[in-house]
């Protein structure tokens, strides 16, 4: 069993020992094992951008009904649109996306913290 396995097995533990029912617990004691449990994970990843090979080939059929490109829609091969969206990553640069996203994630944080301050205050 790894680390956050047993930091689960654990929290699940002493959740059946409070009877079940952690809500006679104060939100204080509640969220300070609630925060235990979570330093014993490793920080976790979201995605935030995925570039779909089927949402191309849908955007493929959508751009010609609107331009001329004198092709139809079934010309555009699976290599084809491989190809354009290996480029597109390649060419694409998100740092000041992630950056923008990272800092709007601390800034909800911290009010998420706030805010849990508040209630069990």
């Known amino acids: 069993m790894s680390t956050p396995d047993h930091a689960r097995a654990n929290f699940q533990t002493l959740c059946t020992?409070?009877?079940?029912?952690?809500?006679?617990?104060s939100t204080n004691e509640t969220d300070l094992l609630a925060q235990r449990v979570a330093d014993l994970e490793p920080a976790r990843s979201h995605v935030l951008l995925r570039l779909d090979e089927s949402s191309v080939r849908a955007e493929?059929?959508?751009?010609?009904?609107?331009?001329?490109?004198?092709?139809?829609?079934?010309?555009?091969?699976?290599?084809?649109?491989?190809?354009?969206?290996?480029a597109v990553v390649e060419q694409t640069d998100?740092?000041?996306?992630?950056?923008?996203?990272?800092?709007?994630?601390?800034?909800?944080?911290?009010?998420?913290?706030?805010?849990?301050?508040?209630?069990?205050?």
């Open 94 to 121: 998100l740092s000041e996306e992630r950056g923008a996203a990272v800092f709007r994630a601390a800034l909800a944080a911290l009010r998420e913290a706030q805010r849990r301050r508040a209630v069990s205050a």
């Open 60 to 86: 493929i059929a959508e751009v010609i009904a609107t331009d001329e490109t004198g092709l139809a829609a079934d010309a555009v091969t699976d290599a084809d649109i491989h190809a354009a969206c290996c």
């Open 17 to 25: 020992a409070a009877d079940g029912n952690l809500a006679s617990e």
